[in-house]
């Protein structure tokens, strides 16, 4: 059995004492440069870790925005390039080796270059109240219900007479009576009718005010709706089927979802062409071989951005647009139809002259808004001069 021996630290020689006093290294870098946030104090330390937002943007060091960190962070790391991430109390810095901060600072660069959109977004307004105006007209649209439902002797009105005025009739439209192609519009088979109309219809309306304003949304949901109705009666012409009739709000609701597609489609978000140019031509990696680069992926996923909300209106009315017994589908299909080519239209004059709702001088919204109430009343106005039946004796 051995006798126990205490134990006792191996002295080192005076020399490296001397030089570690003070410095507290660990893992190779002294405790300085680790309490320093860009890597350490001194210029050595600066240098082997560089901050990239100088060198890519000219962003003070040190003060990137968290979402611009993680999406460098995550282009380094599809590149292989070695990086750390680091909060600081002004922001973030995105640090690389020294040896690696010229490719660092070429991938980035590549990046914003390729994911640039070949055309300006629409620019969206601040949040704000814009559904008082939906609000408004769908409260209108459900009292116009209750008065057409009731009979008016004095008036020679009566809820017959407003069906046989106003419904979209195939026939009488294609002789002339255009009138019909919005005066159905506004005009309901029962109260659930008119319910789910004003609800489904407001919630699109009041997504496409944020994008165009209240009175250009209406515009568009009701000049969208009048040429579904028209569109419809012609298609049902050709076939030569009976006559058909038809009335609902719900054109004009599928034409405002049409146009939102429309603006989601020509607001620069993805192009097919540019994607797929993007895609084939690659590009040289560190090593001289041809690659593809992320960025290009991301171009490819966004070269599908026109056909997503188009393929997103088909999908509406797939779900909502075909339900029940008596659910005319042709409206339907051919209003969001309507709204699509209303909307690209909307979006490609945008895109030059900014938001719908911002056109001449913010006048043109109020004026659009009117335009949608005097189309509906001149339809009536009308129809009551050339169709209304001699009142009851």
């Known amino acids: 059995m051995r006798p126990l021996r205490h134990f006792a630290r191996p002295r080192r020689p005076r020399r490296e004492r001397a030089a570690d006093t003070g410095t507290g290294a660990v893992g190779g870098v002294s405790a300085t440069a680790a309490a320093s ?12 870790w560089p901050d ?3 060198l890519v943007d000219g ?10 960190a993680k999406l460098w962070s995550l282009v380094l790391r599809a590149r292989r390039v070695p990086h750390r991430v680091r909060s600081l109390p002004g922001g ?8 690696f901060a010229r490719q660092a600072v070429e991938e980035i660069s590549l990046y914003h270059k390729e994911n640039v959109s070949p055309h300006p977004s629409i620019p969206l307004p601040d949040p704000q109240e814009r559904a008082r105006a939906t609000v408004a007209g769908m409260l209108c649209l459900c009292a116009f219900f209750v008065l057409t439902q009731r009979p008016w002797p004095l008036l020679g009105s009566y809820p017959q007479y407003w069906h046989t005025v106003g419904v979209a009739d195939a026939g009488a439209l294609l002789s002339g009576q255009l009138w019909r192609a919005a005066t159905a519009l506004t005009l309901h088979a029962d109260p659930a009718h008119v319910a789910s109309n004003a609800v489904i219809g407001g919630a699109f309306l009041i997504l496409l ?4 304003g209240s009175g250009t949304a209406w515009l568009l949901a009701v000049l969208a709706g009048v040429l579904g109705n028209l569109l419809n009666a012609a298609v049902h012409a050709l076939l030569g089927g009976p006559t058909h009739l038809s009335v609902g709000f719900s054109t004009a609701v599928f034409g405002a979802a049409g146009v939102l597609a429309g603006l989601k489609a020509a607001s620069g978000e ?12 690659g590009l040289a990696g560190p090593a001289g071989q041809q690659a593809v680069h992320p960025a290009n992926q991301a171009a490819s996923r966004q070269a599908k951005g026109w056909l997503l909300p188009v393929a997103a209106g088909l999908a509406l009315v797939a779900s909502l647009g075909t339900a029940g017994d008596d659910t005319d589908i042709g409206a339907h299909f051919f209003g969001l139809l309507a709204g699509l080519g209303l909307g690209g239209l909307a979006g490609w004059l945008a895109l030059d002259h900014g938001r719908p709702d911002e056109w001449a001088g913010g006048r043109l919204n109020p004026a659009c808004g009117a335009a949608s109430v005097l189309i509906l009343a001149s339809a009536w106005a009308w129809g009551w001069l050339c169709g209304w039946p001699a009142p009851l004796r």
Do not use: I
Request: proline residues 10%.
């Open 37 to 48: 946030p860009t890597g350490g104090d001194d210029a050595s330390s600066r240098a082997a």
């Open 209 to 212: 005010a944020r994008r165009a």
């Open 52 to 54: 990239l937002a100088p």
């Open 59 to 68: 962003t003070p060091a040190g003060r990137l925005p968290q979402k611009e």
């Open 92 to 99: 973030y810095t995105v640090q690389v080796p020294g040896r």
């Open 270 to 281: 993805g192009d097919f062409r540019a994607g797929m140019r993007a895609v084939k031509a």
